[in-house]
């Protein structure tokens, strides 16, 4: 701390608002460790500096430099006593305490026989080197630091790696990096699926096969996509005139996270990362990344599941047309597998109407059901979850369930 006095602003003619042109003139400062006062020039008043007396080293001093060189960093030690970490690297040169740069032979193969195992800190004591010093060394030999993981350490990371979140792995275990538990847990072949997510909803909503189930499956298998990192990102993008859709499923799995919108492209966006979800999509329902050219029917859903699947693939990629002659007609576009399954439980539910053979339209293959066929099993599949489905699509039938296929009736 700078001490000015009265006699020493009267004596020296100070000028607080020219430090410049005062720099050589004399101030009084207090020694930072005995608080006697001193004189010293302005410029060098300004460093934190000790009065002779303390300056020099004591016997102290040069006793605790002895004892902790090697223990202590010279940072650590220059803090102790209250001197710059160069005086104190100045000492232990002058006075010849650290050790000299060559290795003997024994330190070489102390070194060797420690690195791989032991802790560093360890190997500081037991050396007697500095750990900067050792890690400098190593190198030249071309040895691997391996962090030495206690058993119980190792314990806490089976029980808990890829069934818990990482921060909370992190939290069990204080004295590790994130980092270097996921390597640890990859030495040990320990894998996890678990992606951290602030959002809460149902993950195990595709894991019951049910008819809510079966029909999202189908909107999915048509308007959906599973890809992202290890395939956990499912994503439904639609148009933004059927938000609806995207806001009841966001009900019925108690998602408590948001629809993204864009106005400039009117579209409507959920993004959900699962891995638990996308697997249950596959193995239950035949859904896969890339499914575009290589979906599959489901192959363990029963025939009421079936028609809710098939409800939902018609609100995704389904079209509902009707004629100037009032003819109307549901249209499918997809695989020819998922095309052939469709067009087999139409005939099995309806084995006395007719129904058109599955077409190829370029590299895409499209099915139409027509007339009485499209009314009758429009309204099967209406009785299936009656709360759900595209209404701008299924009120076209209206006007036809009583009229017997044509109607007189302009249609909704």
Known sequence: MLILNEKTIQKFNYNPDNLASQSHKLVVVACPKCNNEFNISFKSAKI??????????????KQYIVENHGKLSNK????????????????ITKFN???????????DNLLKEMYPTCDLKDMVLKIGRSASAIKSHAKKFGLQ????????????????YGKINIYKLHELLPNRT??????????????????YSSYNWNRDFFGNINLMSSYYAGFIAADGY?????LSELEIQINSKDKCLLEQFQKDINYNGSIKNSEKY?????????TKMCKDLESNYNITTRKTFTLKPPEHLNLKNSLAFIKGLIDGDGCVTISKKNFITIELLGTEAVMEWVRNIVVE?????TTSKVAKIVNIYRYRINGKTAIKFAKKLEKILPDHGLRRKWNKFSPYYTNNGRSSLNPL
């Not at 934190?48 to 001093?61: G, L, S, V």
């Not at 599973?226 to 290890?230: K, L, N, P, S, V």
Request: aromatic share 10%.
């Open 266 to 274: 009117q579209i409507s966006r959920l993004l959900l990362t699962s």
């Open 97 to 107: 305490l650290g050790k000299p740069d060559h290795w003997s032979l024994e330190e």
């Open 226 to 230: 599973i890809g992202g990192r290890a």
């Open 76 to 91: 650590e030690m220059a803090c102790y006593l209250n001197r710059t970490v160069s005086s104190v690297e100045n000492f």
């Open 145 to 160: 630091y391996k962090t030495v993981w206690k058993e119980h350490e190792i314990q806490i990371l089976k029980d808990n």
């Open 48 to 61: 934190n500096k000790m009065c002779i007396n303390c300056f020099r080293w004591t016997e102290d001093d």
């Open 349 to 353: 539910i309806m084995p006395n109407y």
């Open 178 to 195: 994130i980092g270097s538990i996921h390597a640890a847990a990859n030495s040990l072949g320990i894998k996890s699926t678990f992606i």
